[in-house]
T-cell receptor, first 116, second 116 residues
Framework: DTGVSQDPRHKITKRGQNVTFRCDPI?????LYWYRQTLGQGPEFLTY????????KSRLLSDRFSAERPKGSFSTLEIQRTEQGDSAMYLC??????????????FGAGTRLSVL | GENVEQHPSTLSVQEGDSAVIKCTYS??????FPWYKQELGKGPQLIID?????GEKKDQRIAVTLNKTAKHFSLHITETQPEDSAVYFC???????????????FGTGTQLKVEL
């Protein structure tokens, strides 16, 4: 158990609906990352936070996606007006200051989104 | 940006045999190379990593080798066991990062099956 917690584990929604996922990183990890993984592919970077600041966003993160980390602890990823192409596993990872140089990222189990 | 290529996509070995998975990367500034194991329904778990100032690193049955000149690195698993069956991903951090966030670019994964 890596200690990164994601909720929910599974989400089924209809096209056009909004969904929100939550990630709780390992305690005191100041960096938090969101990745997306589709079937048969490796995780793809979406965005990352250092404390509460969102420092980088991928071009994969369209205007329908927004991520927040208001208090520098847990983070939420919201997808508005979901499309079938949004169906994927959404993974969260965190890393600690002492391990930045090695970039040891610990992943959660992910939230699997299915858009019908 | 970084491009990471991984092969083979599937690998089947007999229990007790060795398995080798290879990756190449494009960004010569990359200096950290982790390998992750992902079991069904779980997030990726770090199994071994190597920094660019080292050519080889070993941890029990698992080893990673790095050739910086050729920009490739490999995962070696010896005396394979059924519980080694999983998808393995290599990764590398690209340069040009805002705030040194060290996002990871992943390979496309190798499905390893260890047969009895």
């Amino acid at each position: 158990d890596t200690g990164v917690s994601q909720d929910p584990r599974h989400k089924i929604t209809k096209r056009g609906q909004n969904v929100t996922f939550r990630c709780d990183p390992i305690s005191e990890h100041n960096r938090l990352y969101w990745y997306r993984q589709t079937l048969g592919q490796g995780p793809e970077f979406l965005t990352y936070f250092q404390n509460e600041a969102q420092l980088e966003k991928s071009r994969l993160l369209s205007d329908r996606f927004s991520a927040e980390r208001p208090k520098g602890s847990f983070s939420t990823l919201e997808i508005q007006r979901t499309e079938q192409g949004d169906s994927a596993m959404y993974l969260c990872a965190s890393s600690s200051p002492g391990q930045v140089a090695k970039n040891i990222q610990y992943f959660g189990a992910g939230t699997r989104l299915s858009v019908l | 940006g970084e491009n990471v290529e991984q092969h083979p996509s599937t690998l089947s070995v007999q229990e007790g045999d060795s398995a080798v998975i290879k990756c190449t990367y494009s960004d010569s500034a990359s200096n950290y190379f982790p390998w992750y194991k992902q079991e069904l329904g779980k997030g990726p778990q770090l199994i071994i990593d190597i920094r660019s100032n080292v050519g080889e690193k070993k941890d029990q049955r698992i080893a990673v080798t790095l050739n910086k000149t050729a920009k490739h690195f490999s995962l070696h698993i010896t005396e394979t066991q059924p519980e080694d069956s999983a998808v393995y991903f290599c990764a590398a951090p690209p340069r040009g990062l805002t705030g040194g966030g060290n996002k990871l670019t992943f390979g496309t994964g190798t499905q390893l099956k260890v047969e009895l």
